[in-house]
């Protein structure tokens, strides 16, 4: 987490972003219980791992299941996106940070807690602010439309393709309303954890309960969750339509004279803001703590938003974009026939995908250039042990002002991290990095900030993928970490 939101979706980027596995098996190398006789795991084949490295312009080549990109979209999703989605989306998430930040400013215990919540929430708040802009700068809607203008003129001398796009046009503008409430919901609704969390308890098994509320309430703040609820439900009722609000919710608000009286006495009343009052109100038979569960005005105000969920938006925003979906399957095969030329490489869809690129610096504004790789200086040059984020371990440190690198030094530094032009998405965290010889060069786990509307275009001048070189997992495993016996298991070449 090194460098944690500051430098997430950012280059230059010095985080070793990486988890280690062991597998055990039997002693036969079969699956086994466990038991202090198992050894680990010999797989048929692995990975071997290079030492080489790469340098600027060799070949980069990337495999995972990655999540969904959307290259061939209409401009009218585009345009959601960009003036509707969006904007929305990135304003409740910036609200709820900045509560958030003030908060966690106060003291370092709650500095820690919501530190992971924080990343959460920041993830997609800062993707979506570069996603809009790139969008922006590459001026896809006008290339969108552009596109169907000239699909709609060979389309009339092609009768199977005939109106599809104004059909597809249709349905999009009957599916707005219904994504923008879906946006509300998820986005403001369930910032509220108090209600997420006794909705979740009203469901589970008895037997789970403690459990849960031992984890729950351990990162926990009422106070937070508070002035989020009284921000983020404001908002809803404000830029929500009428159609989408839930009735028993508004009564309540109407009758207790607004949105902050509301959370008043929602957090005032409820027995889930607290360990002590949830055990209070589990601690007696089972029949007695569903009674005292059901009437809670937490899991109330979950029941008026996620049936208002249920009943009015998630069935026909699926529906509708099942249709949509359906169509685009006419309208790809209809753009492969009028651009026989053309190539169009799949979209990720949550399948096993392969992207091929090279390592590549890349200029992320006039009159400067990024270098493809990053080295343990600018971990030193960013070490700050008064701010969390960029506090190293002391081991590393002492590392540094050793030198004493072992054979993991190029250069007289350790490498870190570096960049490549292979198309990735979500989900391609942790997918590996080969070089042009099938060996192991590094992981995969970001993207630069100017590469995040590559889900929608691909722009080869900018977007860049974002690895930790395997040779820092590596030093840190064996000279951080103290675990360089594992190594002896690796095919390190």
Same mark, same amino acid.
């Given at each position: ?306 049936? #208002? /969920?249920?009943?009015? *938006?998630?069935? @026909?925003? %699926? =529906? +509708?974009? !099942? &249709? ?62 008064? #701010? /969390?984020?960029?506090? *190293?371990?002391? @081991?590393? %440190? =002492? +590392?540094? !002002? &050793? ?91």
């Amino acid at each position: 987490k090194f460098g944690g939101d500051t430098d997430n979706w950012m280059w230059p980027r010095h985080t070793g972003d990486f988890s280690l596995f062991r597998i055990y098996a039997g002693p036969d190398n079969a699956p086994a219980d466990y038991s202090k006789d198992n050894v680990p795991f010999r797989p048929r084949r692995s990975l071997a791992i290079s030492m080489r490295g790469l340098r600027e312009g060799d070949f980069t080549f990337i495999y995972g299941f990655p999540g969904q990109t959307q290259q061939y979209v209409l401009s009218d999703a585009v345009d959601y996106l960009l003036n509707r989605g969006n904007p929305h989306k990135i304003a409740l998430r910036t609200m709820r940070l900045d509560i958030m930040s003030e908060e966690q400013a106060k003291d370092a215990d709650t500095r820690i807690r919501y530190a992971s919540k924080h990343a959460s929430v920041a993830n997609a708040w800062k993707k979506w602010q570069g996603e809009s802009r790139g969008l922006e700068r590459l001026g896809t809607l006008g290339k969108k439309r552009e596109q169907e203008s000239r699909f709609d003129r060979w389309a009339a001398s092609h009768p199977q393709y005939t109106g599809l796009l104004g059909w597809m046009k249709a349905l999009y503008a009957e599916l707005e309303p219904y994504a923008f409430a879906r946006d509300y919901y998820n986005e403001a609704y369930r910032a509220v954890e108090l209600s997420r969390f006794a909705s979740a308890v009203r469901r589970m098994p008895v037997s789970k309960r403690a459990a849960a509320a031992r984890a729950f309430y351990k990162d926990y703040s009422p106070s937070i969750d508070r002035r989020i609820a009284e921000r983020m439900l404001g908002q809803y009722l404000e830029n929500v339509p009428q159609e989408f609000r839930p009735e028993a919710f508004v009564r309540t608000v109407d009758s207790l004279g607004g949105v902050r009286e509301f959370v008043d006495d929602l957090f005032g009343n409820s027995l889930f803001t607290a360990p002590e009052r949830f055990e209070r109100m589990t601690a007696g038979d089972s029949a007695t703590a569903q009674a005292a569960i059901e009437a809670d005005p937490a899991v109330r105000l979950a029941d008026a938003f996620d049936a #208002v /969920y249920r009943d009015r *938006i998630f069935g @026909r925003y %699926r =529906d +509708l974009s !099942a &249709s949509i979906a359906s169509l685009y399957r006419t309208y790809m095969r209809g753009l492969m026939e009028m651009e026989p030329d053309a190539v169009f490489y799949p979209d990720a869809n949550l399948t096993l995908r392969v992207s091929y690129g090279r390592m590549e610096g890349y200029k992320p504004l006039d009159g400067v250039y990024y270098t493809p790789q990053t080295t343990l200086e600018g971990i030193m040059e960013k070490d700050d042990p008064t #701010v /969390y984020d960029y506090n *190293i371990p002391q @081991r590393l %440190r =002492d +590392l540094y !002002a &050793s030198k004493d690198y072992g054979r993991w030094a190029v250069d007289g530094t350790v490498p870190v991290a570096f960049l490549a032009t292979n198309h990735t998405t979500g989900g391609n965290s942790g997918s590996p990095v080969l070089n042009g010889r099938g060996e192991l060069v590094g992981l995969n786990f970001d993207r630069t900030w100017e590469s995040t509307m590559s889900d929608i275009e691909f722009d080869p001048s900018k977007c860049r993928n974002i690895a930790v070189d395997i040779r820092y997992v590596l030093f840190l495993i064996d000279k951080v970490g103290g675990a360089g016996y594992l190594l002896d298991e690796m095919d390190i070449r």
